[in-house]
């Protein structure tokens, strides 16, 4: 299966945010490379939220660009065989932790966000990670810092997008 049919499996499955999820899917069907980022009009990236419940807590990273603490994500790579993948791929690579674990059941939730010049469109398929007991996190090149936060620090730090994403995410673990 490619990853062009992955993203619409996952998102035809994907019962939340009914009016976004039919935006990603008419991207989709618009343009058949929407799951890359040579896609002008916007493409398909995949993020994760890591997170150590047992601590009450979330690691985001200083986006080096965009100098706004996120969650680990981006774009979609050839070698990824699914969404799932790509989101847990990006979340090890920026966060250095081996061993995270998606949460089951697929995405989190969606967000659509313009990304300046050259503006576009990236169409964020988002999950969340847990992060194994005692995990030890390291800086990659695309941040300037990581860093855990407890839950009620988050507020503090980042922006609405991410507030909604570790909202979703502590309703999917019951906490």
């Known amino acids: 299966m490619s ?3 992955d993203a619409v499996l996952v998102l035809k499955g994907y019962e939340d945010q009914a009016e976004l999820r039919q935006t990603y899917l008419e ?6 490379d929407g799951v890359w980022k040579a896609c002008d ?26 100098r ?8 979609c790579e050839p070698g990824d065989a699914s969404l799932a993948a790509a989101a847990l791929r990006e979340a090890t690579e920026e966060s250095g932790i081996p061993g995270l ?27 969340a990670a847990v992060a194994p007991p005692d995990a030890v996190h390291a800086i990659s090149d695309e941040s ?13 730090v980042a922006d609405a997008s991410v507030l909604r994403l570790l909202g979703a995410t502590r309703a999917g673990l019951g906490v």
């Open 3 to 5: 990853l062009y049919d």
């Open 27 to 32: 991207h989709l069907a618009a343009h058949p």
């Open 41 to 66: 009009a916007g493409h398909v990236t995949a993020s994760a939220l890591v997170i150590d419940p047992e601590r009450g807590r979330v690691l985001l990273t200083l986006h080096r660009k965009l």
């Open 68 to 75: 706004m603490w996120l969650q680990m994500g981006g774009h």
């Open 101 to 127: 674990t998606l949460l089951p059941g697929g995405p989190v939730r969606l967000d659509r966000h313009p990304i300046p010049p050259p503006c576009h469109w990236h169409f964020d398929v988002q999950y």
């Open 144 to 156: 300037l810092d990581v860093r855990w936060f407890p839950y009620d620090e988050v507020a503090d």
